[in-house]
């Protein structure tokens, strides 16, 4: 069962972001869209007939980038929130996001900027201007998405004298 985010740990990342990148927030917090915010919340746990609504981890996270981004739940900051949103439900669930072979990275768009950093904020901003539903972000989270790998692994257990 995949670990999902609360409703103040979105209002949280909203802030942080707000806070980090600019823009304004309103307290107590920046909520334009409450009842979109809640309705997220429970949709990503959805169960119809006993079958989760967004069975996968991609979808879920597809849901948080498509909710936030696409039904402006906060007064600001709602492609960064979006994002992040979907970047920190991966990360607590063991996902990152990777490249794929192909993505051409244009460095003068954003200088100073990771390949990975464009690569997402390219996709956010096509998701904020229309270019893709909830379907074509479950299938660029799908294809995007990988386990994490650790990098130490458990010491396995001494055996008992």
């Not at 597809?62 to 402006?72: D, E, T, W």
């Not at 990152?96 to 460095?107: A, L, Q, S």
Request: aromatic letters at 12%; one cysteine or more; proline letters at 5%.
């Amino acid at each position: 069962m995949a670990r999902i985010l609360s409703r103040l740990v979105l209002i949280r990342i909203n802030q942080r972001t707000v806070e980090s990148h600019g823009g304004q927030f309103i307290p107590p917090d920046n909520l334009l869209n409450s009842s979109a915010l809640d309705y997220l919340v429970e949709a990503v746990e959805a169960e119809y007939f006993g079958q989760e609504m967004y069975p996968s981890i991609a979808d879920k996270a597809a849901v948080y980038l498509f909710s936030i981004v696409g039904n402006h739940i906060f007064q600001d900051g709602n492609k960064r929130t979006g994002l992040s949103a979907a970047i920190a439900f991966l990360f607590i669930n063991g996902f990152d996001i990777k490249v794929p072979d192909g993505y051409r990275h244009d460095p003068s768009i954003e200088e100073g900027w990771s390949i990975e950093e464009q690569f997402v904020f390219d996709f956010t901003i096509e998701v904020a201007s229309g270019m893709h539903g909830l379907e074509d972000v479950r299938n660029w989270f799908a294809q995007c998405t990988v386990e994490r790998m650790t990098t130490n692994p458990a010491p396995a257990a001494s055996p008992e004298k």
